[in-house]
């Protein structure tokens, strides 16, 4: 069973540009949640999308965006980048729906993102 | 809202000694917490859960964990740490506001396992 896999590992990005990152879920698994990963600010909750639909957003400026598709696979955009954008973007697949799983997440292995 | 507090930045413990990472937790109803693992440049893998039932939950890798609820602490344990437990440990509580589950993780703790 294929686990949860993030295209691309590595990135180098420039200021101003955008950038967008692909994750597709376990087969099966309905909600994929975004993270951003820092040294200083640890794990940040982005988003979480269950059926096509975004059920919860944390708290990050409008140049962070997301969307799923049909098939469950997720992309995150960011535009105008920033170098405080610089982080490992993990996404998480999961079975739960509207909570009924005792599952936990599985995580993908990340993005590295690096604004230059 | 929910919050995870893991008060340590890291722990630092010799091979073969017992090893406690701690974590405490505060959220309206019933907790859903759960503990994962990361190691270098790896996402993060999920090592125990507690929903419901025994306080004392074992994991993966020889890891478990104690829920006490009056203390509202969700402290991750194993009995004989190996130098292959170092990384970053993090807990995570889930809860269904609105219908729809959110998780907040901790900050995380670097365990350090000392040969």
């Known amino acids: ?116 | 809202a929910q919050s995870v507090a893991q008060p340590e930045d890291q722990v630092n413990v010799a091979e073969g000694n017992p090893l406690t990472v701690k974590c405490t937790y505060s959220v309206s109803g019933n907790p859903y917490l759960f503990w994962y693992v990361q190691y270098p440049n790896r996402g993060l893998q999920f090592l125990l859960k507690y929903i419901t039932g025994d306080n004392l939950v074992k994991g993966s890798y020889g890891f478990e964990a104690e829920f006490n609820k009056s203390q509202t602490s969700f402290h991750l344990k194993k009995p004989s740490a190996l130098v292959s437990d170092s990384a970053l440990y993090f807990c995570a509580v889930r809860d269904f506001s609105g219908g729809y589950q959110k998780v907040t993780f901790g900050t995380g703790t670097k365990l350090q396992v000392i040969p």
């Open chain 1, 1 to 116: 069973k294929a686990g949860v896999t993030q295209t691309p590992r590595y990135l180098i990005k420039t200021r101003g540009q955008q950038v967008t990152l692909s994750c597709s879920p376990i087969s099966g698994h309905r909600s994929v949640s975004w993270y951003q990963q820092t040294p200083g600010q640890g794990l940040q909750f982005l988003f979480e999308y269950f059926s096509e639909t975004q059920r919860n957003k944390g708290n990050f400026p409008g140049r962070f965006s997301g969307r799923q598709f049909s098939n469950s696979r997720s992309e995150m955009n960011v535009s105008t980048l920033e170098l405080g954008d610089s982080a490992l973007y993990l996404c998480a697949s999961s079975l739960a729906g509207t909570g009924t799983s005792n599952y936990g997440y599985t995580f993908g292995s990340g993005t590295r993102l690096t604004v230059v």
